[in-house]
Nanobody, 123 residues
């Protein structure tokens, strides 16, 4: 079992920045990829970014490439999502998740999920 707890969400004006954190516990993550997803009201959950826990390789959705940065701190068992140049369309509940093996943009392939943190970007 892996427990995930997100934090760092909030209300920000368009063009602003937020940094989300996801603290993991319960298992070592050496075989895992960690991902960030988001879900806006009335929309499906969508992939945002992912990172290999061991190698640090990163992957991004086209909609956030160049604005968002995913990173991890192995000592703290925490993954971060730095979000810059935020837009109103980034408004959503953001979730972190983990899966064993290679990375994936498919939410159904992730094994463990946090409860999410709300990000609201005002225009």
């Amino acid at each position: 079992q892996v427990q995930l707890v997100e934090s760092g969400g909030g209300l920000v004006q368009a063009g602003g920045s937020l940094r989300l954190s996801c603290a993991a516990s319960g298992r070592t993550l050496t075989s895992y990829h960690m991902g960030w997803f988001r879900q806006a009201p009335g929309k499906e959950r969508e992939f945002v970014a992912a990172i290999s826990w061991v190698y640090g390789a990163t992957y991004y959705a086209d909609s956030v490439k160049g604005r968002f940065t995913i990173s991890r701190d192995s000592a703290k068992n925490t993954v971060y999502l730095q979000m810059n140049s935020l837009k109103p369309e980034d408004t959503a509940v953001y979730y972190c998740a983990v899966r064993r093996g290679s990375w994936s943009a498919s939410s159904i392939s992730y094994d463990y999920w946090g409860r999410g943190t709300q990000v609201t970007v005002s225009s």
